[in-house]
């Protein structure tokens, strides 16, 4: 359309025709300017998940640890019940309480995973962006590297070759999403760059530093939140998949350990909670997060919402 | 309900169309969008009808309104019809028949209309398949012949060859041999200059209008540009905020214009015979909100020589004295005492020499 | 010709540094020594007593004297300061008791020796000469001592004329290029058939809820896709082996490699469909959003207005121009899984490439990593320019 997109006829115009789309097309798709009811369900899921992480030490759980056989109930595993929510698994520890106590360690790799990533990632990927020349060259050029690796045997190997600790394991996984958060990075920075107001501020004397915090890494910050989101789920399902092949943090029980104790054929058929409930728990969790990433991008994404 | 027109039951002259009282409503965010909001006219087989109008007088969707082009969502009312039958209301399926075979279009851009990916050569058998049901070599052989008759030299090699091979110009003589390809009896060429240099224009043009003298074809010329449709259509209609405020023979309305929007689009076009650095006429402001449109005359808010009444209250279309095919809607038209005082203001403000 | 030529030379950089910094890697954190001969090649000092009285050590264990050496000539030796001696048959060995410092030849390397010692003392040795002779020898065949570069290049040289050296872990075993040639097969096989499944899924699907686009239908649709990418592939593969499997045993649970190639492609049916599932679920996003963006533009309205019908407008028209993400991510995701799915091949007990990597990563035996590693990431750079080829068959637009 060559109309000025704020005259209101033209904007009946463009109504109109971007809405001309045959028949077997659709309308353009709603500009949704709203996050929408899901967006906030899925906030108030992780915001629940978090906090029950966070003060699990405080909240009235049972102790993961610990063994509450139950002479009444029988032999352990004990099925849901009032007193075990999840039930108990083969130990006769109560589910529910491990499954809590398994989150603050899968978020917390999460989130230290994603965070190490972003901040390495995307510092890389704004300068790269930024400054182009030989910089973007080096620094794209890692990031091709770096993907060219086939991703979860990279992470295997370097925590073989480290330590399985709760920080290498973060760390690891972070290293990992270094090279798809800075391509965003980059890419973000270089569609940002060329507008008008990185332009203006340049042509007013403001130095680089200057240009980069205060005009580019607002708009980039926005992308890259959305990334987080996602990321963050991907980083706990990849700790996931490594404790399910048994190479994941060494002490602390994760989700992914959780699942594996209950995954075996005989647990499954007799005794399905142990694994279900956190496979239940990480899969809410995760399509919260997707969800909420993806909402979140498509309310930002410029391209989208300039019909 | 059936509609297949076919050859036997085509109208050979007389009225192919008639349009009475169109509305082409949207819902919106915003509201009710009336991007055509009560459009009447009727056009004989074989004649041209050029509908002039700004981005957002609603002269593009009205073109794809009588085509049925327009989405489910679309709120249509009033009547269209063609050949005698009723085509307003007719879903997709049933519109399918007409498209291409009966009615076709030729769009604004022939870089984008053109499928990129699809080589030329297919993009014009396809409705041969579609409505003619020939097979792939007799399509071909009048794929040709298509190509021969707009002009385009080497056609055996340009149907082997993609859009982006093409030169602006070719592209469009192909998007018109596509509208042709069936033999339409209704053709709508809606900006069909507007991306093409101005040498080419006029080639375009006359190539269109070849095709309608030998074909017998009617075409509705779809513009924003006075000067296109100056030499190559009998009648002119001009359309604002949805609306038609002018409708006249092509000569009538260039010797008797009514209209003020008009004459401000005819002044609006540079003319070599003025004197170096004569200032531009523009029409300032913008199209009216086709929401909440205006109570009195829709162009009021721009018109240099609106008054208090135009403001409150809606002209209606009256025949003109200098004809009877001449309409226009306007309480103070070209050549009123009211126009012709503000007009002296106006003018004497343009033929200034110089820097203003 | 200049582009292939610039890509080319990219690519093999790419590789060079791929390689280089996974060798590196296993290298300088882990120990190479160490994934050779296992705890032998940290075999500490080896306790004995000390015979004689000066600087005296035994080697073996318990009481048995591997025959006491008598040398001549030695430079002087200071606390700390070791000898490296060599007799007859010609195994380097660590001195036995030393009867006098001058007797002893400088034969080069460091042995330690203890202080000064009575008799009856315990003494600590060097390692023992028989542990020393294979540390030697796996040096010498594995170049440990040369300097890392060097080591780089020597490695590189045989893997690019198809020598990946030996299984570090079984040495004796086929080395590391048979077993990636009966591997790779199966790797593959998962990989045709993982990528058939979910195009074949995806395209259908994301045709219809294009075409549905906004309707409920499709919102249903579009939120079942976020279920299917959020549920984790392990839980998907365990709840896929735990129905299909197990309770309708309408699949085997495990693979076995010496039956025949239909009952091969059957058994393979499960994994691939756990790979697949998520994957058809992404590309299915992918294609609808083009789809949708594609179907705006003015050429299908042409189509439109040419009379063709809605499917044809679909398939011919809009899904051409709409393939590039999905080729794009079609790619990346066929150079991923070239390595193999490690958990899918984990869950269903496939031996292929994915599970070699587990296997290799536990037991520390670093050719077989570096040699998938290597063939992944040359798997990715090859169906990239594979990637670029398609686009310019796809848009004619983009021939070189």
Redesign the interface.
């Known amino acids: 359309m060559t109309d000025p997109a704020g005259t209101p006829g033209a904007q009946a115009a463009t109504v109109g025709a971007a809405a001309l789309a045959e028949d077997a097309a659709p309308e353009a798709e709603p500009i949704t300017r709203r996050l929408g009811w899901a967006f906030w369900l899925c906030v108030g899921w992780l915001v629940v998940i978090v906090m029950a992480a966070v003060l699990a030490p405080w909240l009235p759980l049972k102790d993961p640890d610990a063994n509450l056989v139950n002479r009444d109930l029988g032999r352990p595993p004990y099925s849901p019940s009032s007193d075990f929510w999840f039930g108990s698994d083969l130990d006769a520890r109560d589910v529910f309480s491990r499954t809590i106590f398994g989150a603050r360690v899968s978020l917390t790799v999460g989130f230290v995973a994603i965070a190490f990533g972003m901040l390495i990632g995307g510092t890389l990927g704004i300068l790269a962006g930024y400054f182009r020349g030989w910089l973007d060259r080096i620094i794209s050029f890692a990031f091709v590297v770096l993907l060219s690796f086939p991703a979860l045997a990279l992470a295997i190997l370097i925590t073989s070759l480290i330590d399985r600790g709760l920080l290498t394991i973060s760390l690891t996984l972070g290293f990992l999403a270094i090279a798809p958060v800075g391509r965003l990075a980059r890419a973000t920075t270089i569609q940002y760059s060329d507008r008008e107001f990185v332009v203006a501020a340049r042509s007013l004397g403001a130095r680089h530093p200057r240009i980069i915090i205060r005009e580019l890494l607002p708009n980039v910050v926005i992308p890259m939140g959305a990334l987080a989101l996602l990321g963050m789920a991907v980083a706990i399902v990849a700790e996931g998949g490594l404790a399910f092949l048994g190479l994941s943090v060494e002490k602390e029980e994760t989700w992914g350990k959780l699942i594996l104790l209950g995954a075996g054929s005989r647990e499954l058929e007799n005794s399905p909670w142990i694994a279900m409930a956190p496979i239940l728990i990480l899969f809410l969790t995760v399509l919260a997060l997707n969800f909420a990433g993806d909402k979140v991008r498509a309310y930002f994404d410029v391209k989208e919402a300039a019909l | 309900m059936n509609v297949h027109l076919q050859t036997e039951r085509r109208v050979s002259e007389g009225t192919l169309l008639e349009v009475e009282d169109l509305k082409t409503h949207f819902r919106t965010e915003r509201g009710l969008v009336r991007a055509v909001d009560g459009v009447t006219f009727s056009i004989e087989r074989g004649d041209a009808l050029g509908i002039v109008g700004e981005s957002g007088s609603g002269k593009t969707v009205l073109s794809r309104t009588i085509m049925g082009l327009l989405p489910s969502t679309a709120v249509l009312s009033g009547s269209v019809k063609f050949a005698g039958q009723e085509t307003l209301g007719l879903d997709a399926k049933q519109m399918r028949h007409l498209w291409g075979s009966e009615m076709s279009m030729v769009f604004q851009n022939p870089m984008v209309s053109l499928n990129p990916l699809m080589r030329i050569g297919k993009q014009i058998i396809e409705p041969l398949q579609i409505h003619l049901g020939m097979d792939k070599s007799d399509a071909r052989q009048t794929a040709e012949r298509l190509l021969r008759d707009v002009r385009i030299p080497e056609p055996e090699k340009r149907l082997g060859q993609f859009p982006h091979e093409l030169s602006g110009g070719m592209r469009q003589r192909v998007m018109i041999a596509i509208a042709l390809a069936c033999g339409p009896t209704l053709l709508f060429a809606d900006e069909p200059t507007t991306a093409l240099d101005v040498t080419v224009q006029a080639q375009i043009l006359e190539l269109i209008g070849e095709q309608r003298k030998e074909r017998n074809m009617s075409v509705i010329l779809v513009t924003h540009d006075l000067g296109v449709v100056a030499g190559h259509t009998d009648e002119i209609a001009v359309m604002y905020g949805g609306r038609l405020v002018e409708k006249a023979s092509t000569s009538e309305l260039f010797a008797n214009m009514k209209m003020p929007y008009t004459k401000s689009l005819m002044r609006s076009i540079p003319k070599l015979e003025d004197p170096s650095h004569t200032r531009l006429l523009t029409i300032p402001g913008r199209p009216p909100d086709l929401v909440h449109p205006p109570e009195g005359c829709r162009f009021a808010p721009r018109c240099a020589y609106a008054r208090d009444k135009c403001v409150r209250q809606e002209p209606p279309l009256v025949v003109s004295e200098t004809s009877s095919d001449h309409f226009y809607a306007c309480w103070y038209p070209v050549g009123s005492p009211e126009f012709e005082e503000r007009d002296i203001e106006i003018m004497a403000k343009v033929h200034v020499g110089g820097y203003a | 010709m200049n582009y292939w030529l610039q890509r080319f030379g ?1 690519s093999v ?2 590789l060079l ?2 390689s280089a ?2 060798f590196g ?2 290298n300088v ?2 120990d190479p020594l160490f994934n050779i001969l296992g705890p032998a090649a940290r075999s500490t000092e080896v306790r004995g007593t000390a015979q004689i009285e000066g600087y005296a050590y035994q080697a073996g264990k318990g009481n048995s004297t591997v025959g006491l050496v008598v040398v001549d000539e030695a430079d002087e030796l200071a606390p700390g300061q070791a000898l490296l001696v060599s007799v007859d048959d010609e195994l380097p060995m660590r001195t036995d008791t030393i009867a006098a410092l001058d007797s002893v030849t400088v034969e080069g390397g460091l042995v330690s020796i203890a202080d000064s010692v009575t008799p009856g003392d315990s003494v600590f040795n060097g390692p023992d000469p028989e542990q020393l002779f294979k540390v030697a020898q796996a040096e010498k065949e594995f170049y440990l001592d040369k300097p890392l570069p060097e080591r780089y290049g020597r490695w590189l040289g045989d893997f690019v004329t198809g020598d990946m050296g030996p299984q570090f872990s079984k040495t004796g075993e086929p080395p590391v290029t048979d077993l990636i040639k009966e591997r790779l097969p199966r790797s593959v096989m998962l990989l045709v058939m993982a990528q058939s499944l979910a195009t074949a899924i995806a395209i259908p699907w994301s045709l219809w809820s ?5 309707k409920t239908v499709d919102k249903l649709s579009t939120f079942s896709t ?2 299917i ?7 998907l593969g ?1 709840i896929l082996k ?1 129905v299909f499997a ?1 309770k309708l045993s309408i699949f085997p649970q495990t693979f076995n490699a010496s039956d025949p190639f239909f009952s091969r492609v059957w058994q393979m049916f499960l994994p691939a469909l756990t790979i697949a599932l998520p994957a058809a679920a992404v590309y299915q996003r992918l294609l609808r959003t083009d789809l ?1 963006t594609t ?16 499917r044809n ?2 398939l ?2 809009a899904l ?2 709409s393939l590039f993400s999905f080729v794009t991510v079609f790619g990346i995701n066929t ?2 899984l070239i ?1 193999g799915s ?2 899918a091949e ?1 869950i269903f007990r496939v031996p292929g490439l ?1 599970s070699a ?2 296997e290799a ?2 037991t ?1 035996d670093f050719p077989i ?1 570096l040699a ?2 290597m063939i ?2 040359t798997a ?2 090859a169906v990239n320019v594979v990637v670029d080829v398609v686009y310019s068959l ?4 983009v021939r070189r």
């Open positions: 990219t950089l790419l540094s791929v910094l996974t890697a296993m954190l882990g294009a075409s549905k686009a906004n976020f279920l990418i959020a549920l984790p592939n392990f839980a365990v735990y197990i949708i179907l705006q533009e003015d050429f299908i309205l042409m189509a439109r207005s040419k009379g063709v019908s809605r407008v679909l011919k028209h051409r121009p150079g991923a390595g490690l958990i984990t994915g990597v587990v990563v536990a520390e990593v998938i590693v992944v990431a990715f750079v796809i848009d004619p637009r």
